[in-house]
């Protein structure tokens, strides 16, 4: 079984930073990529960033977000800069992993942190 847990969500004027931390626990033999993807009210949930060997960012946030990951820790940060108001949604770790004791790769999700960008 694995477990991904984010955290670092929270309330903050736009303009302003947060950074997300995601880890993935249990019986992991390797992960080949892990990424985060966001949902607002009434939209479709969307890549935000994905890290495998390299990185790809959503234009929405390209050159304000960063995407980096911590392999020994298997844990993944987005840093969120000058966040705006449209950057306000539920954030979900992703990862595609390959867990102890099977054959092929799974894609597992977090719970999800709430963002929410307002003065």
């Known amino acids: 079984q694995v477990q991904l847990v984010e955290s670092g969500g929270g309330l903050v004027q736009p303009g302003g930073s947060l950074r997300l931390s995601c880890a993935a626990s249990?019986?992991?033999?390797?992960?080949?990529?892990m990424g985060w993807y966001r949902q607002a009210p009434g939209k479709e949930r969307e890549l935000v960033a994905r890290i495998t060997s390299g990185t790809n960012y959503a234009d929405s946030v390209k050159g304000r977000f960063t995407i980096s990951r911590d392999n020994a820790k298997n844990t993944v940060y987005l840093q969120m800069n000058r966040l705006k108001p449209e950057d306000t949604a539920l954030y979900y770790c992703?990862?595609?992993?390959?867990?102890?004791?099977?054959?092929?790769?799974?894609?597992?999700w977090g719970q999800g942190t709430q963002v929410t960008v307002s003065s």
């Open positions: 992703n990862a595609l992993v390959l867990a102890s004791g099977s054959s092929r790769y799974s894609d597992y």
């Open positions: 249990g019986s992991i033999f390797s992960i080949a990529n």
